[in-house]
């Protein structure tokens, strides 16, 4: 465990150089990475949300796959077709892009809900269905969306549903001045984000060794009181008077396992209920759903959950 923690460490801080200001945005990403679910990044353009998906899947020597979206983008230029070969008179799979280890889906909600609804049971299940024939994808599988927080003319809000299988919502913001700074000293000393290749990033974990600590991660112990706190906050979810939809069994599940991996990656071999506080933000802003009243009283959900969290009292 403790060469498996030195190696996901030295990941983060290698990230962090490569991406400067989002330390916070990393160490998240790596609590999701850890504990296998799916993410969406949601930020003004230039914010490095892009060139971060890219340098991790360089870091983990992970197979990487990019969709830019786009309206007119179909199903099938997600998940594959068949097509026929006149040579042998047969048909053929040609697979799509979802095969792969890390997928980048890029601006997803650029792309109408059909061609968002291709990706549910890859990411709950890890396989795609195709021509009646289910195929299994990476075990590594692991879906990093995009999306512009500004824009909302030809856009397509994700239904539900597909919000629920996203792990994280994480709100990627502005640098500070100081880390702002050192960007701009980066860039006069060569570095090119759009040209990553040039930047000779040598690969630090393998694919193994991420299955590893995701096997790992799940021996961390969780005693009955962290899970009846769990619990009790998912409950005050589905009852506050200001939201109309509450935490799923889903998220409470997946809530769960990215604890264990905040854990893992503070070096304790058991849960806290502030692992549980640490990942409440990410994991629900994009799950829970104000009442409209709320929204026009200009609530924020990070309040509400922050409301929710100090209501429950934190076992001892």
């Not at 992970?62 to 070969?85: C, E, K, M, V």
């Not at 979802?98 to 049971?121: C, G, H, S, Y």
């Not at 096997?215 to 009955?224: A, F, G, L, P, Y």
Request: proline fraction near 6%; aromatic fraction near 6%.
């Amino acid at each position: 465990m403790s060469e498996l923690s030195a190696t996901i460490s030295r990941l983060g801080q290698t990230l962090n150089q490569v991406v400067v200001g989002q330390k916070a945005i990393v160490q998240q990403l790596m609590v999701a990475l850890l504990s296998g679910g799916h993410v969406i990044l949601e930020g003004v353009p230039g914010t490095g949300k892009t060139l971060l998906v890219k340098a991790l899947a360089q870091l983990v020597q992970a197979d990487f796959r990019r969709i830019q979206l786009t309206p007119d983008i179909l199903p099938s230029d997600i998940l594959g077709t068949t097509i026929f070969d006149l040579n042998t008179r047969s048909f053929s799979l040609k697979k799509g892009p979802v095969f792969t280890q890390i997928l980048l889906a890029d601006e997803i909600n650029r792309t109408p809900p059909k061609t968002q609804a291709a990706l549910l049971e890859a990411m709950e299940e890890q396989q795609v269905t195709l021509d009646g024939q289910s195929l299994p994808l990476s075990e590594l599988f692991w879906v990093i969306a995009t999306q512009n927080s500004l824009e909302f003319e030809g856009t397509y809000p994700l239904p539900e549903a597909q919000l629920d299988r996203f792990l994280f919502k994480l709100l990627v913001g502005y640098p500070e001045t100081a880390a702002e700074k050192q960007m701009l000293l980066n860039s006069q000393a060569g570095f090119q984000a759009k040209r990553l290749d040039l930047a000779k990033l040598k690969p630090i974990a393998t694919v193994e060794q991420i299955l590893q600590a995701r096997q790992s991660v799940r021996s961390i112990e969780v005693q009955e009181p962290i899970l009846d706190y769990l619990l009790a906050v998912v409950g005050r979810t589905r009852k506050h008077p200001d939201l109309n939809l509450g935490a799923s069994p889903r998220s409470a599940v997946t809530w769960l396992q990215a604890s264990k991996a905040h854990a893992w990656l503070a070096g304790r071999s058991f849960v806290t209920p502030d692992d549980i506080k640490a990942i409440a933000p990410p994991l629900l802003r994009h799950r829970l759903i104000l009442r409209p009243e709320a929204q026009l009283d200009g609530l924020a959900m990070d309040a509400v959950i922050s409301g929710v969290l100090n209501q429950v009292p934190v076992p001892r």
